[in-house]
């Protein structure tokens, strides 16, 4: 059971980078491989950086330029695509079973998509959304496609344009709120319930930091999940 009155921990509040740090937060893309992987399973092709160039640097900042489009199903795989990339980085771990999976189900999925985008631009609960791309017992809807890269997809939609109230959650996420808020988080297959009670305590540490930054900066609730994310690694 997740804590949702816990205090934010000191060792958060001390690294936290801002909001630059957060919309530079790259990774590096082969671009080549991915048009390759798409072309042969007959899926939309990527636009943008990854369709010209051989290796690529994405940023969140460039995946949520792509979530204040319109959500239409092109757009929603353009968003789904830069998501993955982003998630799974230059090793583009079992990329190929993922898409094979996107591919088995593509218009399903585009249908999917484009309802959980649509719901988070509504302002809907969190819960909605992310149960919108997966079951009561936190299975992707997509196969493939579980609950860590839903959350991402569902950060992503929001844009840029909107303070963020979807938070990426994954196992590395998970295990680093074990000490202080989530004594038995589950490593993956998060209820739709415990994503909204996740996404509720990231943002109430947010408003905690902000309060005690007084009128310096306002932090944003994915400066608190990269941070979240990055503790315990060296340096950190």
């Known amino acids: 059971m997740i804590k949702e009155d816990a205090p934010l ?10 909001s630059a740090a957060v919309m530079s937060d790259a990774v590096l893309v ?57 998630g799974l980085g230059l090793r583009a771990s079992r990329l190929h079973q993922r898409l094979d999976g996107l591919a088995a189900q593509q218009e399903h999925a585009g249908k999917l998509l484009v309802t959980a985008w649509k719901l ?58 074990r000490q202080d808020a989530w004594p038995q988080a589950p490593g993956a297959g998060w209820w739709p319930e415990s994503y909204e009670k996740y996404c509720y305590l990231v943002g109430s540490w947010a408003s905690e930091a902000s309060q005690r930054l007084g009128e310096m900066r306002q932090v944003r609730a994915d400066e ?13």
């Open 30 to 86: 082969d671009g080549d491989r991915w048009r390759r992987a798409l072309s042969a399973r007959g899926l939309p092709s990527v636009e943008g950086k990854l369709s010209t160039t051989e290796r690529a640097s994405v940023t969140r900042a460039e995946v949520l330029d792509l979530g204040d489009r319109a959500p239409t199903v092109g757009n929603a795989f353009q968003l789904l695509y830069y998501s993955l990339a982003w």
């Open 224 to 236: 608190i999940e990269l941070t979240v994310f990055r503790r315990h690694s060296s340096g950190q």
């Open 120 to 177: 988070v631009k509504a302002g809907a609960p969190t819960a909605e959304a992310y149960a919108t791309l997966t079951t009561e017992r936190g299975a992707g809807r997509i196969p493939m496609f579980g609950p860590a890269f839903s959350t991402k997809f569902l950060y992503f939609a929001e844009g840029r344009a909107a303070l963020p109230r979807h938070i990426i959650l994954d196992q590395v996420v998970s295990h680093n709120l």
């Open 9 to 18: 921990p000191d060792d958060i509040f001390a690294k936290l980078p801002g």
